[in-house]
C-alpha cells in the first residue's frame, strides 16, 4: 500500500496527473480548515499506514497554514478531535502550497514507498460538534413580544457573539418589545437585572447587554431553544412574490412596498425582516428562480 496522501486546496482530482494520483493512498480536497480533522480520524481508521501527507494547491483563505500546523502536532484552534490523536500522528507533512505540478511529482517520487506496517495504532476517533464563540460588537436587534422569550434570545446572542472583558461577555443590543415609541439606553444584565426596564419601554438600547461570568452556567440552563418555535408577529409586514415584483403588505393587506424581483432587491429586502420571513423570502426565491414560470409560492413543495 501507498503510504502517501495527498490533501489538495481549492483543487479537485482532476487538476493533478493520473500517473501522480496512483501513487497516492488517498487524494482528497479541503476548502475549509475543519477538513483537517477528517483527515485526522481517516489516518487513524482507514489510512493508518501512511506516514506522509502532501499539502498541495492555492492557500487562499489561510485554511492551508491551520492544516499544516496541525498535522506536524499542533493543537490548532481548527481541531475537534481529543489533542493526543493530532500530537500522535507520526506524519512527515510536505506543504507544497503554492506550488506547481512539477515540485509535487517529484515529492511524491521521493516519499513513495509500499508499506504494510502501520504508522500509528488504528483507533476510533470521534470529531466533537463545536460550540465556540465569534466575538461581534456591532449593533444588533433582537425583537419578540414576549419579555422572557427576548430574554432567551439576548442570552443566546450574547453566548454565540459576546465578546470578553475581564468579567462578562457583553454586546450592544437594541431590544425591542413593543411599538409604542417610548424607548430608553442603559446596561442591561440579562441574567440578575431583568427586565431591565422593557415592562415600562418598548425599546432598550442596552448599552451593553451583558453576562457576568459567574452567572454563565445560569445563563446556559435558561437558553431555552424552544423560543424560536413560536410565530412572532413581524413589525416589518408579510410579503407576495410574483413574477413582476415582490410586494410588501402590512397585517391589514395595505401594500407598502413594491420592489423589483432581482437579486440585489430582494437580499435587501431580507436584511430588514424578521429572521423567520428572511429564511422563508430566501427559500421562495430560489424556487422561484429555479422553477420560473411553473412557480406558485407555497405551493411548489407539493
Known amino acids: ?64 497554514e491551520l492544516i499544516v500546523q496541525t498535522l506536524r502536532g499542533a493543537c490548532t484552534e481548527a481541531v475537534r478531535v481529543p489533542c493526543h490523536y493530532v500530537e500522535g500522528l507520526n506524519v512527515a507533512v510536505v506543504d507544497l502550497r503554492w506550488r506547481g505540478e512539477q515540485d509535487l511529482r517529484r515529492a511524491v517520487e521521493e516519499a513513495y514507498r509500499p508499506r504494510e506496517a502501520p ?26 413580544t414576549d419579555l422572557e422569550a427576548l430574554r ?3 442570552i443566546h446572542y450574547i453566548l454565540t457573539y459576546g465578546v470578553e472583558s475581564r468579567d462578562a461577555l457583553y454586546n450592544v443590543l437594541a431590544l425591542h418589545s413593543g411599538h409604542g415609541g ?21 425599546v432598550l438600547i442596552a448599552t451593553p447587554a451583558y453576562i457576568q461570568k459567574r452567572h454563565i452556567g445560569q445563563a ?56 423567520d420571513h428572511a429564511f422563508y423570502l430566501g427559500q421562495e426565491y430560489a424556487a422561484y428562480k429555479l422553477l420560473k414560470d411553473k412557480y406558485v409560492q407555497d405551493r411548489w413543495k407539493h
Open 1 to 64: 500500500m501507498s503510504n502517501i496522501l495527498i490533501l489538495l486546496l481549492w483543487l479537485s482530482e482532476g487538476a493533478i496527473a493520473d500517473d501522480i494520483k496512483k501513487r497516492a493512498a488517498y487524494v482528497g480536497t479541503a476548502y475549509t480548515a475543519d477538513a483537517v480533522n477528517y483527515v485526522v480520524k481517516a489516518l487513524y481508521e482507514r489510512l493508518n499506514y501512511v506516514d506522509t501527507v502532501v499539502v498541495y494547491g492555492p492557500d487562499f483563505t489561510g485554511a492551508g
Open 119 to 144: 504508522a500509528r495504532p488504528n483507533a476510533t476517533v470521534e470529531i466533537r460538534r463545536p460550540e465556540k464563540r465569534m466575538p461581534y460588537l456591532g449593533l444588533h436587534v433582537l425583537y419578540d
Open 152 to 154: 432567551v434570545k439576548a
Open 182 to 202: 417610548v424607548y430608553s439606553a442603559a446596561p442591561c444584565d440579562v441574567v440578575e437585572e431583568w427586565p431591565c426596564g422593557l415592562e415600562k419601554h418598548d
Open 220 to 275: 446556559l440552563a435558561a437558553a431555552r431553544l424552544d423560543v424560536y418555535k413560536r410565530d412572532v408577529y413581524d413589525p416589518h409586514g408579510n410579503f407576495v412574490l410574483s413574477p413582476d415584483a415582490l410586494r410588501h403588505y402590512d397585517a391589514r393587506g395595505v401594500l407598502l412596498r413594491e420592489v423589483e424581483m432581482t437579486d440585489e432587491a430582494v437580499k435587501r429586502e431580507a436584511t430588514m425582516l424578521h429572521p
